[in-house]
């Protein structure tokens, strides 16, 4: 007899996939955590694989899983969409969720979520923010629809989404500490980093010499070391300093740093390019960045400054 891939089950399977774990899946669903992992094995011995695997709290999806997932997504898209045209009873409203790393989020969440709500006026939109490893993950793991990364993307799936500009910030009077042998202190965020890799690579090229003071896992340590005076910190700029810091011009100018966006296996259509236009749109063309210091600093046609990961 030919395996049958419960609507339910596969409802539960996504939700495991969009809440993080079992219990919240089970939450959102209005259903208790063992019907949740009742439906998970009713899909594992239809396709005669496993597809989720727990790891102390975390929950991780087998390459199968990740293949039943996009399907599934496919599957309930359309499900729902029937039972609507058909008018048998309200489908549930499709939610799309986008990841983003730290950098400008203030500024680029907004204009995404004006733009999908235009491109996709049925549907909700829900944001997830972290560091790049983890949304690539959640990319192949099927609980993100749509992605957007630092720096130059990485297969032909990955479509620019504009430039990030780029420059030095440190607490306003600050100079580097005596006695460090001339080494400049930096904060920056753990690797892997992009923003990190670049400032200590373009001190570097200008031989500048560079001693890592603070390394913090998310742009907020960033921040409050830079305003401790710890150090300088490379952010990203769109036209105004962030709270309690100040540029600095003295420093070697920095070229602004590429966005891209993937989208995951099956994502709707023109998913993709409404999020990579929208961030395009709202970061203007900068001119690259020359010499040190005097150089004409890389601007944007719109402020606030956030840092980068």
Known sequence: MVGVLDIVALR????????????????????????????????????????????????????????????????????????????????????????????????????????????????????????????????????????????????????????????????????????????LPLVVIDEPCTIRRRALQVLGEHQIPASVVCEAGHLAGVLHAARAGLGVALLAHLGTAPEGLVRRDDLPAVEPEPLHVLGRRGAPDGLVAAVAEAASALLAPTPPARGAGGGAPATAARPGAAAVS
């Open 12 to 183: 539960s399977l996504t939700s495991i996939a969009d809440c993080g774990g079992f219990r919240r899946a089970a939450d959102s669903l209005h259903l208790s955590q063992s019907a949740v992992s009742q439906h998970v094995r009713r899909l594992e011995q239809v396709l005669g694989r496993p597809l989720v695997e727990r790891h102390g709290n975390a929950v991780r999806f087998t390459a199968d899983g990740r293949l039943l997932l996009a399907e599934a997504r496919k599957i309930l898209a359309a499900h729902d969409d029937a039972l609507e045209r058909l008018r048998l009873v309200e489908a549930p409203r499709r939610t799309l969720v986008i990841g983003s790393t730290e950098h400008a989020a203030d500024l680029l969440l907004p204009a995404i979520t004006a733009r999908l709500r235009a491109a996709f006026p049925d549907a909700a939109v829900r944001f997830r923010i972290d560091r790049g490893r983890v949304l690539n993950e959640r990319i192949d793991e099927g609980a993100l629809d749509a992605s957007l990364f630092l720096g130059e993307g990485s297969g032909p799936d990955a479509r620019p989404a504009g430039a990030l500009p780029l420059a030095w910030y440190a607490a306003p009077g600050w100079q580097p500490a005596p006695g460090r042998r001339g080494a």
